[in-house]
Each structure stands twice: as C-alpha cells, then as structure tokens.
C-alpha cells in the first residue's frame, strides 16, 4: 500500500507560479513512475505529466509543454510539479498517482494503482 499526500496548491493569478509537491508514504515508491492528473470543474480528469522511477523519463500533455516541469527525489520520496505562466483553464485539482510500475504508457486513469486526494489549484485572470 501506498499513500500518497499531495501538498502546493493555493490561489494564483494568471502568468504566475505554483510548486505542488507529493510525498509518498513508503521508500518502495523509488522504484515506481508517477504522474500527476488534473481535474477543472465539470469537466473528466486529464493526464498532466509523468515521470519515471529514475527521472531520466518524462512526459507532458500539449497543454502543459514549456510551462510545466516534473522532478523526483527518491532520498525523500517526493515528486514535484513545477508549474510556471499558469493560465486560467490550469485552475483545477492536481491528484498525484503511480501505476506502481517503473514505467507505464499511455497514462489512463484505469492504469493508476495508487492515488492521493488531491490539491487545489485556482489560477485568476
């Protein structure tokens, strides 16, 4: 089992920065990739990034390319979301997830293990 607690999110206006933060419960999330997804108000839960066990691997949705940086410590079992020149459609909450593989692809919701409760991120115009 692992328990995942997301941390960062907070009010913002738009062009702004935000760092969200996710720490895992247990050191064996050092060996698992982790993703980060979003959900905005009615709307269905999108994929944002993913980052592998080693860091070495990363990907992004179009809509986050250039704005928005996965990283990993595996001495602390954290991974970040740095989130830059954030716009009003980022406003959503951010859920932290692994597959508890080292790599999966492509990131659905279905393939998830392990998720946290989410953050909020509200970014206003």
């Known amino acids: 089992q692992v328990q995942l607690v997301e941390s960062g999110g907070g009010l913002v206006q738009a062009g702004g920065s935000l760092r969200l933060s996710c720490a895992a419960s247990?050191?064996?999330?050092?060996?698992?990739?982790a993703g980060w997804f979003r959900q905005a108000p009615g709307k269905e839960r999108e994929f944002v990034t993913a980052?592998?066990?080693?860091?070495?691997?990363?990907v992004y949705a179009d809509s986050v390319k250039g704005r928005f940086t996965i990283s990993r410590d595996n001495a602390r079992n954290t991974v970040d979301l740095q989130m830059n020149n954030l716009k009003p459609e980022d406003t959503a909450v951010y859920y932290c997830?692994?597959?508890?593989?080292?790599?999966?692809?492509?990131?659905?919701?279905?393939?998830?293990?392990?998720w946290g409760k989410g953050t909020l991120v509200t970014v206003s115009s």
């Open positions: 247990t050191r064996t999330f050092s060996g698992y990739a």
């Open positions: 997830t692994t597959p508890s593989t080292s790599w999966v692809y492509p990131w659905t919701d279905d393939g998830m293990k392990y």
């Open positions: 980052i592998n066990w080693s860091g070495g691997r990363q």
